[in-house]
């Protein structure tokens, strides 16, 4: 502004004082090497600055280098960032859908307890309802017991005697099965050459004893009176069982289902008849020639109804044609 100012005031000098031109000259020569001395002051302060602000262009240059430098490293550490988030978001989302299956399970695992502890708890009220009324009817039962108490000791008592009466009984049976034993020896004895014969049988089953006697040992066939052999043989068989005492004597009468002949004296009608004529007379021997109680003898006809074996054959007609003598043993049961 200064410099403004003298350029400014030259013209008015030099129209003011045309005659001073020489020293208006000669001032502005001066003023002009002042000015130039002052533009030079100017012009080394401007390289001073041009110096200083080329240097502090290049420091800035380094620093924006610099920058750049950093910029880049900053942009690859982002993108590597980037990159990586990137694979932490598919990671995320991997372990998401994972977490909300699990999360599902959870849930339901949950809803089942929940349900299992809801059942839990109504049958615990069950149980405990239930011990509450099995104390009452244990309660109910203990006061019944105490009124039962002496009737149960009565029946404990009678389960007792009733026990060692079973086991007398029992006793008893098994004296009474070796003595029917000892009675099928007997009579084995007695039969012996009858039984070798096959046409005599000795059973036990129980405390019974049976002996079978065929036809031919006894009768002719189709009649009711006993032969000599026959007589001979139960006073054998009479002589035994008065030996033996036994409790009762059944007879039996069996026969085939061949037909009956007619004859003008002493037949039958049937074998019905025939059968219960030869057990009478077989009861009637044994009671008045071997001195069997009569009140102890029975005699039964069965005629042809329960044969042994078939009668399509002479062998088995024959083995159905029998008396049986169904002994009781003495103490037996009637």
Known sequence: MRRSAEILLIPVLLAGCAGGKLKTLQAKADLCELNADELRQQVRGGADLAETLQSRIKELEGQG?????????????????DKSNQQLRSAIEADKGELSG??????????????????????????????????????????????LRPELEA??????AAKAEKEKALSERSVRLAKAHEDLGVLADTVLKELQSEKAKLEQEGERVELTLQESLLFKPQQAKPTDEGLALLDRVGRSLQSLTPRAVRVEGHSDNSAIKWELFGSFTSHWDLALARATAVARYLHEHSGLDPRKLTA?????????KGNDTPEGREANRRVVLVVEPAGSQP
């Open 65 to 81: 280098a610099d920058l750049d430098s950093r910029l880049k490293a900053q942009q690859e550490r982002i993108e590597s960032l």
């Open 102 to 147: 699990q999360i599902a399970a959870v849930v339901k695992e949950k809803d089942d307890l929940a349900r299992a502890l809801d059942t839990a708890k109504k049958d615990k009220t069950a149980a405990q309802r239930e011990r509450a009324n099995m104390r009452a009817a244990r309660d109910k039962l203990a006061n019944e017991l105490s009124f």
């Open 155 to 160: 029946l404990k008592a009678q389960a007792a």
């Open 300 to 308: 039964s006809s069965f005629g042809e109804f329960r044969p042994i």
